[in-house]
């Protein structure tokens, strides 16, 4: 009689399995540029302005944060007003041509002067990045509200 292996041994090692031929279809430059937007996403959440800002090149440019320095004290402001930032990321489409790269994703953010979220938002986010010495560094970015939510 042949021994079943249980199901809870089987599934980890699918899991695995999947995960690792799913992780050959990514390029160096997307697990980096994946890595940098995680990074900076802890960040926030770590309320870390300057680690956030070290993703950020001196070259930034934006419609709504003009340079660099704008940005900063818009990502500053928003950390000192907030105890708690919890920022989710999903869908995210990376095209690299060279040095160049377009991300655009989806983030949902709730903020908080105390523990218990007060307010949040779904954002559609559209990043560029630049490899420059072999780093990437983001050149701009803009989010627009993805669901309007009515308050009455």
């Keep these: 009689m042949k021994k079943l292996i249980p199901l809870t041994t089987i599934f980890p090692a699918i899991i695995i399995a999947l995960s690792m031929l799913t992780a050959c279809d990514v390029s160096d430059d997307e697990f980096v540029l994946r890595d940098?937007?995680?990074?900076?996403?802890?960040?926030?959440?770590?309320?870390?302005?300057?680690?956030?800002?070290?993703?950020?090149?001196?070259?930034y440019?934006?419609?709504?944060?003009?340079?660099?320095?704008?940005?900063?004290?818009?990502?500053?402001?928003?950390?000192?007003?907030?105890?708690?930032?919890?920022?989710?990321?999903?869908?995210?489409?990376i095209e690299i041509d060279g040095n160049l790269a377009k991300i655009v994703f989806y983030s949902g953010t709730t903020g908080s002067a105390n523990q218990v979220p007060e307010r949040g938002q779904l954002y559609k986010v559209g990043m560029h990045w630049l490899k420059t010495d072999g780093q990437w560094l983001l050149t701009q970015a803009k989010w627009r509200p993805a669901l309007v939510l009515n308050k009455r």
């Design 36 to 59: 940098n937007i995680e990074q900076m996403r802890n960040a926030v959440s770590e309320h870390q302005a300057d680690i956030f800002m070290s993703f950020v090149d001196d070259s």
């Design 61 to 93: 440019k934006a419609p709504f944060h003009r340079d660099k320095n704008t940005l900063q004290r818009f990502v500053e402001h928003h950390l000192n007003h907030n105890r708690v930032i919890h920022i989710y990321i999903a869908d995210i489409e």
